[in-house]
């Protein structure tokens, strides 16, 4: 937690604002110099900082070192998006769309992931081109659902190949998707598994899924029962329950050699998933 606002009131006015990590028990007493250096981040927020006042939003989003209180978040990253903030503009689109601390409000949500989606060059830090692409690949489902805008799938497929470009996992998914369904762009199965494979590479437990069925049913590519089995593991273990059955389905057809084998390799790309995820 020290360590964290230093590094806040180093760079302020300069950084971009970076979302706070685990957060911690309520009952950790915080030493004089943290409660000196919230002050000062709140301090340097009401003072009109903007980066400051996402900080300060973050903080009160996720109870980092204060109690939380999403509707103070809200309030906070709002005056932080209208000075242009793309991280605070991001994080007000999903408390709009989420409902946390404000009305939830669709058609809010999109606006402000369209503001934080467009065309920006002072994106110097890590956390700004994050929310940047994750705010693309929002915006992209926002179009493809009809969920806040009027349904538009190739504005959907436009905004998806934006965040894809900058490693968005998430668009990923819905770029296979597209293909799948052939929603603003041609039907291609094989294009589809391509893109789920992306995702899935990266940890996206749903794209891990489909890939599963794609393997299971030779939809994109031949019949292979072993690749199957290996994408179910991974997407049961990371969060799909359903595909733990199509697993165990597979299973049942599948000798004790090719189960073994397969058992090896969903270990070893679960490996390095998590090492995707959680580099060292």
């Known amino acids: 937690m ?10 302020l006015p300069f950084m971009a604002c970076s979302r706070p990590g685990d957060r911690p028990s309520p009952e ?5 110099s943290e409660d000196t250096s919230l002050a000062h981040l709140r301090v340097q927020a009401e003072g009109g900082n903007a980066h400051a006042q996402c900080q300060w ?14 509707s103070a978040a809200a309030t906070w990253f709002q005056k932080a998006a209208e000075q ?5 503009q991001y994080h007000l689109a999903r408390s709009y769309e989420a409902g946390s601390g404000l009305p939830a409000d669709v058609e809010a949500a999109a606006a402000w992931y369209r503001r934080a989606a467009g065309p920006r060059y002072d994106l110097f830090w890590a956390d700004y081109e994050k929310a940047q692409s994750k705010a693309q690949a929002a915006l992209g489902a926002c179009y493809a659902e009809g969920r806040g805008v009027a349904q538009d799938y190739a504005e959907a ?7 894809a470009a ?5 668009a990923y998914f819905r770029l296979g998707d597209c293909y799948d369904q052939g929603h603003g ?28 069925i794609a393997y299971d049913q030779g939809k994109g590519a031949p019949p292979d029962r072993a690749e199957a089995y290996v994408w179910y593991s991974l997407a049961f273990a990371n969060g799909e329950p359903e595909a733990g059955r199509w697993r165990d389905l597979a299973a ?26 959680h580099p060292h």
């Open 2 to 11: 020290r360590a964290f606002l230093v590094a806040v009131l180093l760079f």
């Open 28 to 32: 950790v007493p915080r030493s004089a």
């Open 57 to 70: 939003g973050l903080c009160l989003a996720e109870g980092k070192g204060i109690p939380q209180d999403p």
């Open 84 to 88: 242009g903030d793309v991280l605070a």
């Open 157 to 163: 497929v436009r905004w998806l190949l934006e965040a």
């Open 166 to 170: 900058q490693n968005e996992p998430a």
């Open 185 to 212: 762009v041609p039907q291609d199965f094989a294009e589809a598994l391509l893109w789920y494979r992306k995702a899935g590479e990266r940890g996206h437990a749903t794209a891990q899924f489909r890939l599963g």
């Open 252 to 277: 049942r057809e599948m000798s004790p050699a090719e189960l073994r084998d397969a058992q090896t390799r969903a270990r070893e790309l679960q490996n390095d998933v998590l090492e995707q995820k």
